[in-house]
């Protein structure tokens, strides 16, 4: 998964513990952004940033020449392609992109990769997106027995 200029320590953490309870435990970060080693950040992530390998870049085409997956970017683009109609296999490799939480993706995120949208109504925030769009893409990945 890719933040794109994360700016909240808070939905920062949260985002670290709702990857990591999917069992996805690699974050890269794109700069700028909240200082990741602050100890509001490491505190509130209840552990969970000690689990995941963080990478930080300064631009993605950066992270895209280290990585070579399927790319998705998440959009408020009414042509993108939504979320449900993604064809994912199970063994293909995948990036999620989420931009800022004010701004969202730039323009120039839209040439890059399938961008995906998650048709909401406008009550919906980038901490939501997250959980839902990784559930969407690791729901056939675990088998977490359900209790009651």
Known sequence: ???DNPS?????ETIIRTILGFGITDLGIIKPA???FNPNVIRASMGAIFRVNIECF???D????LHHNSVYFFALNKSATKLTNINHSEDQQFTLVFGNEGSGLGEGYMNKGECV???HTDNIDSLIAVGISVQQFTKDLLSVPVTE
């Open 58 to 60: 300064d631009n993605f």
């Open 34 to 36: 909240v200082d990741i």
């Open 117 to 119: 949208i998650i048709p």
């Open 8 to 12: 909240d320590m808070g939905n920062l």
């Open 1 to 3: 998964m890719i933040f």
């Open 62 to 65: 950066q992270y895209k020449k």
